[in-house]
């Protein structure tokens, strides 16, 4: 969890499959007078690494539960991708926590297409996981979609806060198991 103290009611951010919580700063940045907390869910930035495999279902209760922590009421949830499946998720598990939310393509389906098939995951296994350095990775997708769209500062803590030192060499922070099984 990551927190910038200010006035309540807070504003709790949620991450996309494969990202972490501080791709949240710039935008946290324009709130600087309101309490904000961003989550590195399980697997992901600096958050415990249980074996896959990771079922979306468990990431609403463990957001329910930072929730309850942070004894939250009121906040306003943010979640990209999988972080808004989860926020709706975390909602419904504990009304409270909340007074609206803003959900960036929220990857909530009918339920018929939960029954289906998982997707292909080939190309995420094989995700680059090893770096030489922050800088090494952010130079490598700079100019490469998707990335090239987003503002600097924010590949920059994308790269910064989604490696982790290992011995000479740097790590995914959600390693390409751990999102392949999500």
């Known amino acids: ?12 951010f949620a991450h996309a499959t494969g990202v972490h919580g501080r791709c ?10 309101r309490h904000c907390l961003a989550i590195d869910a399980r697997g992901h930035g600096r958050s415990g690494k ?20 942070w004894r939250l009421r009121g906040a ?6 999988m972080g808004g499946h989860t926020t709706v998720q975390a909602a419904a598990l504990r009304p409270e926590t909340y007074s609206a ?10 339920c018929e297409y939960y029954g289906d098939p998982p997707p292909d995951i080939s190309s995420t296994l094989r995700r680059r996981n090893a770096w030489s350095s922050p800088e090494e990775m952010f130079e490598r997708f700079r100019d490469r979609p998707p990335f090239a769209r987003w503002k600097p500062e924010i590949l920059r803590n994308y790269c910064e806060f989604g490696l982790l030192p290992n011995g000479d060499q740097f790590v995914l922070a959600c390693p ?3 999102e392949a099984s999500i």
Do not use: K
């Not at 074996?51 to 209760?61: A, I, L």
């Not at 306003?76 to 991708?81: A, I, K, N, P, R």
């Not at 939310?101 to 009918?110: M, S």
């Open 176 to 178: 390409p198991a751990v």
């Open 1 to 12: 969890m990551w927190e910038w103290p200010g006035a309540r009611p807070a504003l709790l």
């Open 50 to 69: 249980p074996e896959p495999p990771y079922y979306w279902r468990d990431f609403g209760p463990d957001l329910a539960a930072v929730a309850e922590h």
């Open 101 to 110: 939310l803003l959900l960036v393509d929220p990857t909530i389906y009918p």
């Open 24 to 33: 949240w700063d710039y935008i946290i940045g324009m709130f600087p007078e």
């Open 76 to 81: 306003l949830g943010v979640g990209h991708s």
